[in-house]
């Protein structure tokens, strides 16, 4: 468990470094026009996660599945995570469970970070 937590860890720092180097070089290069740089971010991970997933099915060790997947992309952005188990949710053929999953996400989600701003003006 605690090689699998450093695994974790690593490619956690990974990510988060290269999230925020990408996000802003994005940002600086589109004059700060919408958050470019998020969704640039998020796009990758995405297409990370699913190229790392599918290979992952073929040959990849857990070790490595653990730092690209869980590690480097979760540091890099929680989006992918989100997305992948959404698709996963597809492959067995939830399409409904995968929808709920994904309005019931965006809605608590923006509900909570609502929450918070509230609470934050309390002290």
């Given at each position: 468990?605690?090689k699998?937590?450093?695994?974790?860890?690593?490619?956690s720092f990974?990510g988060?470094?290269?999230?925020?180097?990408?996000?802003?070089?994005?940002?600086?290069?589109?004059?700060?026009?919408?958050?470019a740089?998020?969704?640039?971010?998020?796009?990758?991970?995405?297409?990370?996660?699913?190229?790392f997933?599918?290979?992952?099915?073929e040959?990849?060790?857990?070790?490595?599945?653990?730092?690209?997947?869980?590690?480097f992309?979760?540091?890099?952005?929680?989006?992918?995570?989100?997305?992948?188990?959404?698709?996963?949710?597809?492959?067995?053929?939830?399409?409904?469970g995968?929808?709920?999953?994904?309005?019931?996400?965006?809605?608590a989600?923006?509900?909570?970070?609502f929450?918070?701003?509230?609470?934050a003006?309390?002290?």
């Open positions: 468990m605690l699998s937590l450093m695994i974790v860890g690593c490619g990974v988060g470094a290269l999230r925020y180097l990408l996000t802003r070089t994005v940002q600086n290069w589109t004059d700060g026009w919408m958050p740089g998020t969704l640039a971010v998020n796009v990758l991970g995405c297409l990370l996660i699913g190229l997933c599918g290979l992952s099915q040959w990849m060790p857990q070790s490595l599945k653990l730092f690209l997947t869980v590690g992309c979760g540091g890099f952005t929680t989006f992918s995570t989100f997305m992948n188990e959404n698709m996963q949710m597809l492959r067995i053929s939830d399409a409904a995968m929808c709920l999953n994904v309005v019931v996400s965006l809605v989600g923006f509900v909570a970070l929450a918070g701003y509230q609470a003006r309390l002290f």
